[in-house]
């Protein structure tokens, strides 16, 4: 999931920046099955001009992550604050142990703050990754056009759950794109007839996980996912256990 550099990431999939400096983000696609089903999700999921356009957003999640054995192995409840203009800046907070923790993007700097203060012992990569990871799910699928992703279209296919849906392929490469720092392939479904997103399964170096956006909300225009569920895959595209659920709750977008 972490196929960015930090800064190119924030950049694209919060403000999208990368797409801003193109005259027409959807006329790079030259497949015009491609293009148009692009086009038609990104108009029923709110609007590219609009997700360019906007100031920031805000949102609470619960997260709960299972064992095999269907055990919570942990499970967290943060608040999400993602700022565009005039600066990017990102902020994930919660409480663990009757402690604040913050982790934070600002100024080219990531950092993690336990009750205010600075933790030393953090791990840079991995507040990297934990931003990183919040940041891309957050933006696709407006994200799907930065430069160096490549997209194929794979025709009308069926979901685990039995939706028929329109198959966009995405492919990073770090031997092609600086962007990249990982070789993760991308499968993003959308609806055969309302073209919203309804889920995506991603191939991992050590697994494949299955991801199925469950319910929306309409904020701001935009079509937001209020819970979703990933599944980890076996080699055969079947579910081996249910590895996490997620719920999104107020929304604030400006």
């Keep these: 999931m972490y196929k960015y550099n930090l800064v190119i990431l924030l950049c694209v999939c919060l403000s999208c920046n990368t797409t801003k400096s193109v005259q027409n ?29 906007k100031k920031s957003i805000h949102f609470d999640k619960k997260t709960e992550l299972y064992l095999a054995s269907g055990d919570i192995e942990k499970a967290t409840f943060q608040k999400h604050d993602y700022y565009e203009q005039p600066n990017s800046k990102v902020e994930i907070s919660w409480r663990e142990n009757e402690a604040a923790h913050l982790l934070q993007f600002e100024d080219g700097k990531a950092q993690k703050k336990i009750n205010g ?3 030393t012992s953090a791990k840079t990569n991995s507040i990297k990754n934990s931003i990183m990871a919040s940041t891309f799910v957050i933006g696709i699928p407006f994200n799907l056009i930065d430069e160096g992703t490549v997209l194929s279209y794979e025709g009308i ?6 939706k028929k849906v329109h198959v966009v392929k995405a492919v990073y490469n770090p031997d092609i794109s600086a962007n990249h720092t990982k070789s993760d392939i991308w499968w993003h479904y959308f609806d055969e007839k309302t073209y919203e997103q309804l889920g995506y399964k991603v191939q ?17 225009g935009f079509l937001l996912t209020t819970t979703r569920k990933s599944w980890r895959l076996d080699e055969e595209g079947n579910k081996l256990y249910l590895r996490a659920a997620y719920e999104y709750s107020n929304f604030e977008v400006k």
């Design 117 to 119: 203060k600075i933790d």
């Design 157 to 162: 296919q069926t979901m685990v759950n039995g």
């Design 25 to 53: 983000p959807i006329s790079s696609i030259t497949e015009p099955e491609l293009q148009s089903v692009m086009q038609k999700a990104f108009t029923a999921m709110g609007g590219l001009s609009n997700w360019q356009s």
């Design 204 to 220: 991992l170096v050590d697994h494949t996980s299955y991801v199925e956006n469950l319910t929306f909300e309409r904020v701001g």
